[in-house]
């Protein structure tokens, strides 16, 4: 028989995400109608680590739904792979009298959760807030949405400038690891390539492929391109195309699809998810992730949720947009 916690924390970690303040609303606002206290920490794991946090009440988070953004910070910590990072960590969540910590973040923030799980005896639950989509557990990740409309209303733009030119463009979107943006901003846009992590680079291919575009009359060509998709990046693809004689111009659109007001369906997940993960919490439940799974919220263990390759986009996209994009 577990104790009902009496003190919540929570923090925003990693890559910021579209609805995280939207999330944290929901967070704050469902355990105090609990009667929970609730204390929220600067800067991800860092304000626990420096033990820089404020107590946060129902009015904390007035009029931050709609605020991309967390009004909390967020911040990478290093310090959490390593164990003195962690004995600080727990000791400045023990000082506070902390009994669950809600993590609102990404895999590397997720990892951060389970890491401490060693050194600290608490509730952990983690939120998924990231704009990459690539976290097991969930179907979708906070930020995701608002993120792929960004995308989408740059390839927008680009296809009027492209057609205007008969130019090929390439646009570089966010996803290290994961295709998820690319692969939804490519098919979302009408664009001829996709290139993700998830599958092989072949320049050569790609290339055939652009000049049976050209021969078929298409004014342009748009190559969404995910960071991680090859060694070398946008910059290589694009130098591969040219080789095979063709002219290209790139755009890079970097942390702008971080930032922005969340969309609907962001809001609504994280809204959802906040309220899920306080009722988690009062039930006992730790070291598990809060996530949409279908239409239902499901709690999975978040050594699951992190296992490798356990949310791979869906790349049979791929093959379907080679018809559409004749
Ligand atoms: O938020 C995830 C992500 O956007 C990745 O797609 C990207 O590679 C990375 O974060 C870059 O983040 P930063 O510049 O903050 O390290």
């Known amino acids: 028989m577990t104790t009902r916690p009496h003190r919540l924390g929570v923090l925003t970690s990693g890559g910021d995400a579209p609805g995280m303040n939207a999330c944290l609303r929901a967070i ?14 600067q800067r991800g794991y860092r304000g626990v680590l420096l033990g820089d946090y404020q107590a946060l009440d129902a009015r904390s988070v007035t009029n931050i739904i709609q605020r991309g953004g967390t009004i909390l910070g967020s911040a990478r910590a290093p310090e959490m792979h390593h164990p003195e990072g962690l004995k600080q960590a727990a000791s400045t969540l023990k000082g506070l009298g902390i009994d669950a910590l809600l993590v609102i973040g990404g895999n590397g923030s997720m990892q951060g959760a389970l890491a401490l799980a060693d050194y600290w005896q608490g509730q952990l639950i983690g939120l998924p807030g990231t704009i990459d989509n690539d976290l097991g557990g969930t179907d979708w990740t906070i930020g995701f949405f608002t993120a792929l409309d960004t995308a989408l209303d740059a390839v927008d733009r680009l296809r009027d400038t492209a057609d205007a030119f008969d130019r090929i463009f390439l646009l570089e979107v966010m996803g290290r690891h994961a295709g998820w943006i690319a692969l939804f901003t490519g098919i979302g846009g009408g664009a001829e390539e996709i ?96 996530g949409k799974l279908g239409q ?3 709690l999975v263990p978040l050594r699951e949720a992190l296992a490798d390759g356990k949310h791979r986009p869906p790349t049979q996209l791929l093959e379907i947009n080679r018809f559409l994009a004749i």
């Open 28 to 41: 704050v606002r469902t355990a105090i109608y609990h009667n929970l206290e609730v204390i929220g920490f």
């Open 195 to 290: 290139l993700i992590p998830e599958q092989p680079y072949d320049s050569a291919a790609l290339s055939a492929r652009i000049k049976e575009y050209r021969a078929r009359n298409k004014r342009s060509v748009i190559v969404v391109v995910a960071e991680g998709a090859c060694d070398g990046g946008v910059a290589q693809v694009a130098a591969d195309i040219e080789g095979h004689g063709f002219e290209t111009r790139t755009c890079v659109l970097g942390h702008i699809q971080r930032g922005g007001s969340p969309v609907a369906l962001d809001r609504y997940l994280a809204t959802e998810l906040g309220v899920f993960a306080v009722q988690a919490a009062l039930e006992g439940a730790t070291l598990v992730l809060a």
């Open 296 to 298: 239902t919220n499901q």
